[in-house]
Each structure stands twice: as structure tokens, then as C-alpha cells.
């Protein structure tokens, strides 16, 4: 079972680069997530899609734009890439998300993304 | 803001011995918290979760205790293996707009040897 999957596992770009990280999970999960991690830190929520066709911001959320592409598949995306996004970024996914949810989140092995 | 934090940034132990890490959380209105183990170049690996109506939950060599008085969480690990080394991470449940999310500690890193 391959879980989460996040593609690419490393990157390495420019500032001002644009570039997409791809999540995707085969757990017929609904709601999906994705985390920064910076040294020494825990993960930090930058958005989060509760259930297909909905996008909501984390709390890091400036620099980034998501898309749920359907209900396996949550894209993020980095327009103008600056040296403050070089961090591992992952993407999790959970059964479903609401007041009584409460279930852990299952992890993908993330990005690793350096901007120059 | 609310945050959930550790005690300690590392720890280190003999095989063979148990291990403690601890967790305070601020928020006293959190029902659910979950312990994370992160072995490097990996992601966050589910370990074990308790909800706020218990004090205690085990699993295999595995016990969390909450203390909602104080605030507090610990992560207990008997018998610890030589590859229980890693980062773990205490997680709470927060409330954000459409539902919820975890909110993470910083972690503690426990390495063991042999």
C-alpha cells in the first residue's frame, strides 16, 4: 500500500521560480493537508482541503496556492519562489474532517525544497 | 496563540531502558492528541492517540498519559530498541475555519544506544 505519495522528493530552484509539488493518496481519504517543517521545528499547516472541491488557508498560508484536483490528488504551488520557502513540505491525509473527527492524519516521506 | 511544546529537545537512553517524553499543551479545550515518530528522511509515522475523556491508552511498548489538570502529556516507551531512535511529536487538535488541524510541538529527539 503505497499510502501518501509526494512527488518530487527533492527540488531545487531559483528565487522567483514557480514550481508545483504533487500529493497524492490512495486511502479513499477525504481530507488532505499540507505541513512545512523547518529545522528544530514541528510541522506548520499551510492549507488544508477538508473534503473535494474545498481549499481552506493554514496558518502559513502567504507564498502558497493549492488545488484539489479530485479526491486523491492536492497540489501545492509556489508562483514566485523565495529563499524563506527552502523547507521539507508534507502532505497528509485523514478519513474526514469536522467537529467529532477526530482521527490521525497519515503522512507522506515529503519534499525537500532548497530556493536559492 | 495556543501552542503545544516539550520539555525536552533531546533525550538520550540505554537499550534496554524506558523512556519518558513529555508534552505541555495550552489549550485547555484540546480533546485529542496524537504522538508522532519521525525517523530522518521520513514523515511523521502515527504512533498512538488518546481523547480527552481518558488518562491513559497503551499500545505495544507504548503507553501515552494525559493529565488534564495540569496540561500535560507524556509519551512512554518500554523496553526502548535501538531503533526507536527519532523525533517525536506531540500533535493537538485545533479548530481552523472548515474543521480542524493538528498543531505541533517543536519534538524531542530520542537516541538510544546499544
Known amino acids: 500500500n503505497a499510502g501518501v505519495t509526494q512527488t518530487p522528493k527533492f527540488q531545487v530552484l531559483k528565487t522567483g521560480q514557480s514550481m508545483t509539488l504533487q500529493c497524492a493518496q490512495d486511502m479513499n481519504h477525504n481530507s488532505m493537508y499540507w505541513y512545512r517543517q523547518d529545522p528544530g521545528m514541528g510541522l506548520r499547516l499551510i492549507y488544508y482541503s477538508a473534503s473535494e472541491g474545498t481549499t481552506d488557508k493554514g496558518e502559513v498560508p502567504n507564498g502558497y496556492n493549492v488545488s484539489r484536483l479530485n479526491k486523491r490528488e492536492f497540489s501545492l504551488r509556489l508562483e514566485s519562489a523565495a529563499p524563506s520557502q527552502t523547507s521539507v513540505y508534507f502532505c497528509?491525509?485523514?478519513?474526514?474532517?469536522?467537529?467529532?473527527?477526530?482521527?490521525?492524519?497519515?503522512f507522506g516521506d515529503g519534499t525537500r525544497l532548497s530556493i536559492l | 496563540g495556543e501552542s503545544v511544546g516539550l520539555h525536552l529537545p533531546t533525550l538520550s537512553v540505554q537499550e534496554g531502558d524506558n523512556s519518558i517524553i513529555n508534552c505541555a499543551y495550552s489549550?485547555?479545550?484540546?480533546?485529542?492528541f496524537i504522538w508522532y515518530k519521525q525517523e530522518s528522511g521520513k514523515g511523521p509515522q502515527f504512533i498512538i492517540d488518546i481523547r480527552s475523556n481518558m488518562d491513559k491508552r497503551q499500545g505495544q511498548r507504548v503507553t501515552v498519559l494525559l493529565n488534564k489538570t495540569v496540561k500535560h502529556l507524556s509519551l512512554q516507551i518500554a523496553a526502548t530498541q535501538p531503533g526507536d531512535s527519532a523525533v517525536y511529536f506531540c500533535?493537538?487538535?485545533?479548530?481552523?475555519?472548515?474543521?480542524?488541524?493538528?498543531?505541533f510541538g517543536k519534538g524531542t529527539t530520542l537516541s538510544v544506544s546499544s
Open positions: 489549550n485547555s479545550a484540546s480533546d485529542y
Open positions: 497528509a491525509s485523514s478519513p474526514r474532517q469536522g467537529i467529532h473527527s477526530n482521527q490521525p492524519q497519515h
Open positions: 500533535a493537538e487538535i485545533s479548530w481552523v475555519q472548515a474543521g480542524t488541524a493538528l498543531i
